[in-house]
């Protein structure tokens, strides 16, 4: 049995140990078949024009089992690809030849070196040579074109377009509540037919419900007891509106009784055989209602025609209403419909009210008191971080920024020992630097070449705010990377001074980033309110957006 064992754990540790070399072989083989691999680049020139293209390409050549990666998107920096070729492939037995060709070029002029291109065989890097290339200028022949002046900035009116398009939405959105207000609340609705047999007069009323009793199917159902109750309540509901007799609410004998006095006061001209008639009707429907008495069907016929007849002979004996009392009845009808139109725009005042103080109540809850004071009447920094931006490149060496205003060209005067150290300087700014926001970005190249004394233009912009009354300035300082990479300072802190016109004491806020190398400086410089988060969103926009050349 031992035997049998160790003869099975020898097999297995075989088996284990065959894939392991089997394993390792063939990864030994994969990266053999990398470390024969030969990897080249080429330029198909080293100068270039401005926006002129140069070809690069890279040539691999191994094995054909091997998985080859190229380079994909933007990994020529400084240097632009504008189009990668398809790779073009070439076997040769158990060999391949892989070419693939970029287009390169680059717009502005200046040296630049194509850093080395990262090519992967089975996980396996390999790089490429750099190359240093130049693009120059297109040269312009002056005596056939001249040169003029740079043209002066032009002031163009402010796109309202998203003003406008906001207030569109607006005026839609109070068109669709007042429609449905005007639906739901202030038209005139049609009447339905309750509505519409109300409104008759008590006699045509009275007929027509008696019409729509005799159509019933009370009498065939042997319903007697609805029949009857019906039939009373509509003789009664005629002799309270019409003969003004307090009908409802009387007993059959109290009823019979004020009729009787009608007639014997003159105001009401009846037969005494109607009234016996009438009285008869009552009594048998208290029966009926009461003592669950059935009478025949022809009987409960023949009653709602005396009905009809008593509703007839009682409008006959009423007399005619006084041209006075006609209007009083119209002056009625019509304050009734009036007090019906207030009814409807108080409930449709109500409503929009209602909407508008609990839409009001859920934006107060969600946004906050201060967004929405601010959204609705307005708040400088705010509509500049909402407006619409502009990208764009100012002075030489260039600084490409975004920021909410297009930055405006500034004559400043300087001392003279500076503008004797000076080569050119541009400056660009927009808004005041005691407002509620301000930028202002500067290039400044010089006659030395030598390196940008950081210090000494940070100890420059903090003696301009100290000038401008600025007081107990805090400053801070931390390295600084442009969106391209490019090494810079920032310097940024806090100070107060004090407001002309309320007196009151201020909070501001600076941040100032510097860029520069041999000859040349680059400054971006904002100022903002404290506690304004509106501008710190602008600030934290503009710095991710700052971008430098590195060489003047």
């Given at each position: 049995?031992?035997?049998?064992?160790?003869?099975?754990?020898?097999?297995?540790?075989?088996?284990?140990?065959?894939?392991?070399?089997?394993?390792?072989?063939?990864?030994?083989?994969?990266?053999?078949?990398?470390?024969?691999?030969?990897?080249?680049?080429?330029?198909?020139?080293?100068?270039?024009?401005?926006?002129?293209?140069?070809?690069?390409?890279?040539?691999?050549?191994?094995?054909?089992?091997?998985?080859?990666?190229?380079?994909?998107?933007?990994?020529?920096?400084?240097?632009?690809?504008?189009?990668?070729?398809?790779?073009?492939?070439?076997?040769?037995?158990?060999?391949?030849?892989?070419?693939?060709?970029?287009?390169?070029?680059?717009?502005?002029?200046?040296?630049?070196?194509?850093?080395?291109?990262?090519?992967?065989?089975?996980?396996?890097?390999?790089?490429?040579?750099?190359?240093?290339?130049?693009?120059?200028?297109?040269?312009?022949?002056?005596?056939?074109?001249?040169?003029?002046?740079?043209?002066?900035?032009?002031?163009?009116?402010?796109?309202?377009?998203?003003?406008?398009?906001?207030?569109?939405?607006?005026?839609?959105?109070?068109?669709?509540?007042?429609?449905?207000?005007?639906?739901?609340?202030?038209?005139?609705?049609?009447?339905?037919?309750?509505?519409?047999?109300?409104?008759?007069?008590?006699?045509?009323r009275a007929l027509l419900q008696l019409k729509e009793l005799e159509n019933s199917r009370y009498l065939i159902q042997d319903e007697y007891k609805k029949y009857?109750?019906?039939?009373?309540?509509?003789?009664?509901?005629?002799?309270?509106?019409?003969?003004?007799?307090?009908?409802?609410?009387?007993?059959?004998?109290?009823?019979?009784?004020?009729?009787?006095?009608?007639?014997?006061?003159?105001?009401?001209?009846?037969?005494?055989?109607?009234?016996?008639?009438?009285?008869?009707?009552?009594?048998?429907?208290?029966?009926?209602?009461?003592?669950?008495?059935?009478?025949?069907?022809?009987?409960?016929?023949?009653?709602?025609?005396?009905?009809?007849?008593?509703?007839?002979?009682?409008?006959?004996?009423?007399?005619?209403?006084?041209?006075?009392?006609?209007?009083?009845?119209?002056?009625?009808?019509?304050?009734?419909?009036?007090?019906?139109?207030?009814?409807?725009?108080?409930?449709?005042?109500?409503?929009?009210?209602?909407?508008?103080?609990?839409?009001?109540?859920?934006?107060?809850?969600?946004?906050?008191?201060?967004?929405?004071?601010?959204?609705?009447f307005g708040y400088p920094t705010k509509d500049l971080l909402e407006g619409e931006w502009v990208n764009s490149s100012y002075g030489y060496p260039p600084i490409?920024?975004?920021?909410?205003?297009?930055?405006?060209?500034?004559?400043?005067?300087?001392?003279?020992?500076?503008?004797?150290?000076?080569?050119?300087?541009?400056?660009?700014?927009?808004?005041?630097?005691?407002?509620?926001?301000?930028?202002?970005?500067?290039?400044?190249?010089?006659?030395?070449?030598?390196?940008?004394?950081?210090?000494?233009?940070?100890?420059?912009?903090?003696?301009?705010?100290?000038?401008?009354?600025?007081?107990?300035?805090?400053?801070?300082?931390?390295?600084?990377?442009?969106?391209?990479?490019?090494?810079?300072?920032?310097?940024?802190?806090?100070?107060?001074?004090?407001?002309?016109?309320?007196?009151?004491?201020?909070?501001?806020?600076?941040?100032?980033?510097?860029?520069?190398?041999k000859g040349f400086m680059q400054q971006v410089l904002m100022t903002w309110e404290d506690g304004d988060d509106y501008a710190e969103k602008i600030v934290e926009?503009?710095?991710?957006?700052?971008?430098?050349?590195?060489?003047?």
């Amino acid at each position: 049995m031992r035997v049998q064992n160790l003869k099975f754990n020898v097999q297995c540790f075989a088996r284990v140990a065959c894939k392991a070399i089997t394993f390792c072989f063939l990864i030994s083989s994969l990266s053999n078949y990398a470390q024969d691999s030969r990897v080249s680049a080429e330029i198909d020139t080293t100068t270039i024009k401005i926006g002129e293209q140069m070809q690069y390409k890279i040539t691999v050549e191994t094995d054909s089992l091997n998985l080859v990666y190229f380079p994909e998107d933007q990994t020529f920096s400084p240097v632009e690809m504008v189009e990668a070729l398809k790779i073009d492939t070439t076997k040769n037995k158990d060999r391949v030849t892989l070419q693939r060709i970029y287009a390169l070029t680059q717009f502005d002029s200046g040296a630049y070196t194509i850093p080395p291109q990262r090519i992967a065989i089975n996980e396996e890097p390999f790089f490429t040579d750099s190359f240093r290339i130049r693009v120059g200028d297109v040269a312009v022949d002056t005596t056939k074109q001249k040169l003029y002046d740079i043209k002066p900035l032009i002031e163009v009116e402010k796109n309202n377009a998203k003003l406008w398009i906001i207030a569109f939405f607006i005026l839609l959105g109070v068109f669709i509540l007042g429609a449905l207000v005007y639906w739901f609340f202030l038209r005139k609705k049609p009447l339905t037919e309750e509505e519409k047999v109300a409104l008759l007069p008590p006699f045509d009323r009275a007929l027509l419900q008696l019409k729509e009793l005799e159509n019933s199917r009370y009498l065939i159902q042997d319903e007697y007891k609805k029949y009857y109750s019906e039939l009373t309540d509509i003789v009664r509901s005629y002799l309270e509106e019409d003969a003004h007799v307090s009908a409802l609410e009387s007993t059959t004998d109290q009823l019979i009784e004020k009729l009787e006095l009608l007639k014997d006061a003159g105001e009401l001209a009846i037969e005494d055989e109607t009234l016996t008639q009438f009285k008869k009707v009552l009594q048998t429907a208290d029966l009926v209602k009461f003592a669950k008495s059935k009478p025949p069907t022809s009987v409960a016929e023949q009653d709602r025609i005396l009905v009809e007849n008593i509703v007839v002979k009682t409008k006959e004996a009423l007399p005619e209403p006084t041209e006075e009392e006609l209007l009083q009845n119209e002056a009625y009808l019509e304050e009734l419909e009036k007090k019906k139109q207030r009814k409807r725009i108080y409930i449709a005042a109500a409503v929009f009210g209602g909407l508008v103080l609990l839409g009001g109540g859920a934006s107060l809850a969600y946004y906050g008191f201060k967004t929405v004071k601010d959204t609705v009447f307005g708040y400088p920094t705010k509509d500049l971080l909402e407006g619409e931006w502009v990208n764009s490149s100012y002075g030489y060496p260039p600084i490409d920024i975004e920021t909410p205003e297009v930055l405006i060209r500034q004559d400043q005067e300087l001392p003279d020992e500076v503008r004797e150290a000076l080569k050119s300087i541009q400056i660009f700014s927009s808004g005041s630097t005691l407002g509620v926001f301000s930028v202002t970005a500067s290039s400044a190249t010089f006659k030395e070449q030598k390196e940008a004394n950081f210090e000494g233009a940070i100890g420059n912009a903090l003696a301009t705010f100290e000038a401008q009354g600025i007081r107990n300035i805090i400053p801070k300082q931390e390295e600084f990377v442009s969106k391209s990479g490019v090494q810079g300072i920032k310097t940024y802190g806090s100070g107060q001074y004090q407001d002309p016109l309320s007196k009151d004491k201020k909070k501001i806020k600076y941040a100032i980033v510097l860029f520069g190398g041999k000859g040349f400086m680059q400054q971006v410089l904002m100022t903002w309110e404290d506690g304004d988060d509106y501008a710190e969103k602008i600030v934290e926009r503009i710095l991710a957006s700052v971008d430098v050349k590195t060489q003047a």
